[in-house]
């Protein structure tokens, strides 16, 4: 059963345009979230992260929300550029337990901004 | 400072045949993790371990082994490999279990074919 699910596969912004990416998980005991970025034949590398206390987390052009009751979080892009084409991959964790720690990814959703 | 690295960038193996991948990081991080990267299955823990000396099962742990002698180096191996092990493996590394700054930074990635 998967925790972290990432709906659309796939998504196409314009450049300039806002970029949302989704996601939604089962697991209520999930209290930390995170957003990587993966370009081709590199490994992921981190974008940014939002803790359950806090609802909206802000860097730059990234913008991660997280909607508990939902169990949802959302990655905003403003604006998208070119260089954001990427696939993105949601993660989430919980700091206790015996798997402490341990990210559980969503199958990711690949994003493409056109000029 | 090279981050998490890992040897060798490609290899193609024979069914049966074993292999080790290294994985080693410069960050002195306490906890490292090994994924694999199927397409559309996004990124799925294989093992991971909290310290040195030490190693646990992730999710899909079967057909793989681990070690994790000296801090800096996580080696995973093949001891008779099949196609169904045909995958992008990604180490990964972080600093800190159990805090909210459970950012894991991940290598460039091995990519393994098993004919």
């Known amino acids: 059963d998967q925790q972290v699910k990432q709906n659309s596969p796939s998504l196409s912004v314009q450049e300039g345009r806002i970029s949302i990416l989704n996601c939604d998980y089962t697991?209520?005991?999930?209290?930390?979230f995170l957003w990587y970025k993966k370009y081709p034949a590199e490994g992921p590398t981190f974008l940014i992260s939002?803790?359950?206390?806090?609802d909206k987390n802000e860097d730059g052009r990234f913008t991660v929300f997280l909607n508990k009751s939902a169990k949802h979080l959302s990655l905003h892009i403003v604006p998208s550029q070119p260089g954001d084409s990427a696939v993105y991959f949601c993660a989430a964790s919980m700091n206790y337990g015996g798997s402490q720690g341990n990210l559980i990814f969503g199958k990711g959703t690949k994003l493409s901004v056109k000029p | 400072n090279a981050g998490v690295t890992q040897t060798p960038k490609f290899r193609v193996l024979k069914t049966g045949q074993s292999m080790t991948l290294l994985c080693a990081q410069d960050m002195n991080h306490e906890y490292m993790y090994w994924y694999r990267q199927d397409p559309g299955m996004g990124l799925r823990l294989i093992h991971y371990?909290?310290?040195?000396?030490?190693?646990a099962k992730g999710e899909v742990p079967d057909g793989y082994n681990v070690s994790r002698l000296k801090k800096q180096n996580f080696l995973l191996g093949l001891e008779s490999a099949a196609p169904s092990q045909t995958s992008v493996y990604f180490c990964?590394?972080?600093?800190?279990?159990?805090?909210?700054?459970?950012?894991?930074?991940f290598g460039p990635g091995t990519r393994l074919t098993v004919l």
């Open positions: 990964a590394s972080s600093y800190h279990l159990r805090s909210s700054y459970n950012e894991q930074f």
């Open positions: 697991n209520s005991m999930f209290d930390y």
């Open positions: 939002i803790s359950s206390i806090k």
């Open positions: 371990s909290v310290g040195e000396g030490t190693t």
